[in-house]
């Protein structure tokens, strides 16, 4: 590039020497940058920059006469503004552009141009006045705001993207769930069905979703209790938990549903929606029932030949010759005894199927808690005369309660002490007034037992470690106990040591006082 | 003691033997019926002095013959002893307006005892 020669321009040759120092105060007290090319030259140089071009450049005049303007643009040469420039240049029209310059030290700055030509009389371009702007703040803002366009948008675009995957995670969810479903929107309306809700009630997509719940089918939804808990999901959030609807539909007949609806919270335009979950639980209650049945069935059953047996042997005993042998006599005995545990087995496999359908009946009354502790105490004096059972303490309190479960209760605790003491005659029972509670110990001096056992006791099925092998049992007996104080809100707990003995305690809520009158 | 008429009402031959049994043992008269829907009939012909009835037999419950007697005049200061191997046969029989009720299995000396109280 040729040395710039530092010489006054001159725009027209009529201009007085004192204007044009005027005006080129004018132009030196502006913001903006000026230059003017001179285009009669080749490669179109600098021949007169102002002030404010040098501020904004960062160079000095020397540096710039002369020099045709790209050298701002450092080596950043391939911006587009560069060639509309050039064009616009070369067929000696006016631009504006922005375009990235950089100053003497390097630093970029957003230089909006504007570039004028100026023509002689006969309409040739002489010169071109440039006028400069750093806009490096404006373009810095511009692009700041760009940028977090971009991130917004990435960000809308990702939130959509989890959106679209959590609504495709529930709706794969929705779909592989064997129940039927259905989403709701708060008015109830079926926004959509998932596969197996189809297929159970034999109805098509078309005649499910947009309809109203309390339109499908023969209108079987349409329960005013059902309504009555529908419209509550929302507001407070309150789940319709387990109600069953026993109707007959059309496609499949007469079933049993049993419908769970939740609230659930989406994004975006349908924001509160409720979930209703539907199965068909017919086969299921009736099976539930027919093993109950068949439970009782069987244990009636089983019942009434025994109730034969021990009738025969008990007729025999009746006809026994005065001079019958002892073995003969011990041996009926016997046959009594082994009667009476079939018959306490089968009624304990009965009571195990109703705890676990839930089925366990109590006929509640009140009655004389003192008196019937006794009677279950003689009750088993009477059959077990081997062991010594002492009867202690009174309490003087009613009861409210299923007095046949209670007497079963305490039977059970006496068989076990005397089953698993069987070196030691001696077995306690101790009633007393607990607070508002009676209290029930049986205490023996038995084997006792470890502190394995007595965590486990009270489970299903359960059985002592070293006890299994040798006494017979089903492990229920205690099970049994556990339950039936517990529906009576009471609490059964057992203290055991090893060698020593155990006590198996229980407590029952008192009745408050009779009413009269 | 007088002989008395009792009449036992059960779907178990074999429960029915025994208690034949035993009450001809302690000299009474025995009669039964396997079929609880003809123990109507039979209690108009034979005019027992007393029913041993069981609660769970097929076609006609023991609870729905009680119902019957408690509801005819003529028959209800019939005594009825209840018998049965259900668990709830105790509600069942007191609710219905059975005299006694006793658990199957029975003892002998127990339905003996029942009988003499419910005879005098
Ligand atoms: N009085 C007791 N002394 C020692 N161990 C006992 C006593 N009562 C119960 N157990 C233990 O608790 C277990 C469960 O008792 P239970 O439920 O009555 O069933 P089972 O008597 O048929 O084994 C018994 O197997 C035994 O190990
Ligand atoms: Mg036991």
């Known amino acids: ?517 | 003691m007088d002989k008395k008429k009792i009449l036992i009402c059960d779907d178990d031959e074999g429960i029915i033997d025994v208690l034949e049994m035993i009450m001809e043992e302690v000299g009474h008269e025995v009669m039964s019926v396997n079929d609880s829907l003809k123990v109507q009939e039979v209690i108009d012909k034979v005019q027992p002095d007393l029913l041993i009835l069981d609660l769970w037999m097929p076609r006609l419950s023991g609870q729905d013959v009680l119902r019957y007697l408690r509801s005819h005049p003529q028959h209800d200061k019939l005594p009825v002893i209840v018998i049965s191997a259900s668990r709830d046969g105790e509600q069942i029989a007191n609710a219905a307006g059975a005299d006694q009720f006793i658990a199957k299995p029975f003892d002998l000396g127990n339905i003996v005892e029942s009988v003499d109280a419910l005879l005098n």
Not at chain 1, 35 to 43: S, Y
Not at chain 1, 100 to 122: Q, S, T
Not at chain 1, 397 to 406: G, K, L, P, R, T
Request: with cysteine; proline share 3%.
């Open chain 1, 1 to 517: 590039m040729d040395t710039a020669k530092n010489r006054d321009f001159d725009l027209s040759a009529n201009a007085g020497a004192s204007n044009i120092q005027l005006m080129t105060m004018a132009l030196d007290a502006s913001n903006s940058g000026v230059i003017i090319t001179d285009h009669t030259q080749p490669d179109n140089p600098i021949i007169y920059c102002n002030k404010a071009f040098e501020n904004i450049t960062g160079y000095s005049r020397k540096d710039i006469i002369g020099h045709n303007c790209r050298f701002l643009q450092a080596q950043d040469r391939n911006q587009k503004e560069r060639e509309i420039l050039a064009r616009c240049i070369a067929e000696g029209e006016e631009c504006r552009v922005e375009i990235r310059n950089y100053k003497k030290n390097g630093d970029l700055f957003w230089n909006e141009l504007y570039m004028a030509p100026v023509k002689n009389e006969a309409g040739e371009v002489t010169h071109f006045i440039g006028i400069q702007n750093d806009v490096t703040w404006r373009k810095n803002a511009e692009h700041d705001l760009r940028q977090q366009k971009t991130v917004m948008e990435k960000k809308i675009r990702e939130r959509t993207m989890a959106l679209k995957d959590s609504e495709a995670f529930l709706s794969s969810i929705i779909e592989t769930v064997r129940e039927g479903l259905l989403v709701l929107d708060p008015d109830f309306n079926v926004l959509s069905a998932n596969y197996h809700f189809l297929r159970t009630f034999k109805v098509s997509l078309e005649e499910t979703v947009g309809r109203q719940l309390y339109d499908l089918g023969n209108h079987q939804w349409d329960i005013p209790k059902l309504r009555d808990l529908l419209i509550k999901i929302l507001p407070t959030n309150n789940p319709v938990v387990d109600f069953e609807v026993e109707h007959d539909f059309p496609h499949i007949g007469r079933k049993l549903m049993l419908l769970n609806a939740y609230r659930v919270e989406f994004e975006g335009q349908f924001k509160d929606q409720i979930l209703l979950a539907i199965e068909d639980i017919t086969e299921r209650r009736e099976v539930e029932n027919r093993k109950d049945d068949f439970l009782s069935i069987a244990s009636h059953e089983l019942r009434t030949p025994l109730t034969t047996i021990k009738g025969y042997v008990q007729l025999l005993e009746r006809a026994m010759p005065e001079n019958a042998s002892q073995k003969f006599l011990s041996t009926f005995g016997k046959v009594s005894v082994y009667v009476e545990r079939l018959n306490a087995l089968i009624g304990e496999l009965l009571d195990v199927s109703r705890i676990q359908s839930g089925n366990m009946e109590l006929h509640v009354a009140r009655f004389d808690f003192d008196a019937m502790i006794a009677e279950a105490v003689d009750g088993m004096r009477a059959t077990v005369p081997t062991h010594n059972i002492m009867l202690k303490g009174q309490t003087g309190a009613s009861v409210i309660a299923d007095e046949s479960h209670i007497a079963q209760v305490v039977t059970n605790l006496l068989s076990n002490a005397i089953k698993y003491a069987p070196d030691s005659k001696q077995i306690e029972v101790n009633i007393a007034n607990v607070s508002e509670y009676v209290k029930v110990s049986v205490k023996d001096f038995g084997l006792g037992m470890s502190q394995e056992d007595r965590k486990k006791v009270f489970e299903r099925f359960y059985r002592g470690v070293e006890i299994q092998k040798k006494f017979p049992g089903m492990g229920i007996g205690l099970y049994i106990c556990d339950q039936i104080i517990k529906n009576h809100n009471g609490t059964l707990w057992v203290e055991s040591e090893i060698g020593k003995g155990s006590v198996f305690s229980f407590t029952l809520p008192k009745a408050g006082k009779e009413q009269h009158g």
